[in-house]
């Protein structure tokens, strides 16, 4: 935190007010007073710091703006544990460095509950710049994301086919196919799946992991329609992970650009696993590398949008990997 000059200003102005607090106006005139100044700056600063290290290790324990309430709650506990302790070490070393004798007992007491105001006054100081920080990056953040949803609307409108158009062909292709072919049956089923999730998940921005693997599954099915068993996926999501959020579309499109970059063939079939990380926090989806030679250098443009689009999502990083014959990439989920 870029605060020094808060520190230095702020730290004497505390314990001028932490003067007056204990002996008064008369205090600034009372002999000792440059001691008692200086016991001051010293509460202050320890407090001040202590605290400040607090609010630190709260920020990368409780980094979401879901666990704000947690947050708070273990930072003020924290907060006021430490004031305790560190006034009452202040007590026993203040007549030791400064010759000034602070009482036990209830002196002991009110001394804690003046040296509240400080560290009720830091708490406020930081969790205010802490706030409009956040504020205004979700603010950048949700304004870059809806230029970018906008620009992809206006990239879909130029391209896509009337979807009532859509849904009448599946439905009369249905129709003709003979009713004996189940296969065909569940082929355009998926196909509609497909073609149905994309439609609706284009105006959100994430949607949830369940939605999105059963859109994999269709996916997946569709191709392996195609490559049999020349295509392996396996899945293995845990439960818990289900609930969390993906930007949509994200891993079906690494699972297609494993299928677009990779032979796929009885002698080298292609093996795509999707998982979630122990503690749910990121989804893998990893394949065997085989590129085809034939294939064009890769723009890779698919991925690099998926990073952007992550990079307003999330403040964890979409991670791609590539060792010992493993193509891997880790999607961030969101909660």
């Known amino acids: 935190m870029n ?4 520190r230095l200003i702020g730290i004497p102005c505390a314990a001028l007010l932490m003067l007056s ?7 600034y005139t009372a002999p000792g007073v440059e001691r008692r100044f200086l016991g001051g700056v010293l509460s202050g600063f320890t407090l001040w710091e202590g605290n400040r290290l607090i609010f630190i290790a709260m920020r990368r324990w409780f980094p979401r703006y879901q666990q704000t309430a947690r947050r708070l709650v273990v930072q ?25 004798p602070l009482g036990t007992g209830d002196a002991l007491l009110v001394s804690f509950l003046l040296n509240l105001v400080p560290t009720l006054f830091v708490t ?44 009448n062909s599946l439905n009369t292709l249905a129709a003709v196919i003979e009713g004996d072919n189940e296969l065909a049956h569940t082929y355009l089923e998926q196909l509609a799946d497909v073609y149905r999730y994309v439609l ?15 859109f994999v599954q269709a996916y997946v099915f569709l191709n392996k329609t195609r490559f049999r068993d020349d295509l392996q996926v396996e899945q293995d999501i845990a439960p818990a992970a289900y609930a969390t959020r ?4 994200s891993v079906q499109l690494l699972v297609e650009n494993a299928l677009k970059h990779n ?30 030679t034939t294939l ?18 999330s403040a964890a990083p979409v991670e791609v990997l590539r060792e010992d014959g493993l193509f891997t990439v880790r999607v961030p989920l969101l909660p």
């Open 3 to 6: 605060d020094k000059w808060i």
């Open 21 to 27: 607090a204990y002996d008064g106006w008369a205090g």
């Open 76 to 100: 003020t506990l924290a907060s006021v544990a430490f004031t305790f302790a560190n006034t009452a070490f202040l007590h026993g070393i203040y007549p030791l460095l400064l010759g000034i």
């Open 124 to 167: 406020s100081l930081y969790e205010s710049a802490y706030f409009f920080r956040h504020w205004k990056e979700n603010l950048l953040r949700s304004e870059a994301l809806a230029r970018a949803n906008l620009q992809s609307e206006l990239d879909l409108l130029r391209s896509q086919l009337d979807p009532h158009f859509m849904f």
């Open 200 to 214: 609706l998940s284009r105006h959100q921005d994430t949607v949830p992991l369940a939605e999105e693997m059963a």
């Open 246 to 249: 993906v930007a949509p579309l």
């Open 263 to 292: 032979v796929v063939s009885p002698e080298r079939p292609l093996c795509v696993r999707v998982f979630t990380e122990e503690g749910n926090e990121y989804v893998r989806v990893q394949n065997n590398v085989q590129l085809r």
């Open 296 to 313: 064009s250098s890769s723009t890779r443009v698919g991925l690099r949008n998926l990073i952007s689009r992550y990079q307003l999502l």
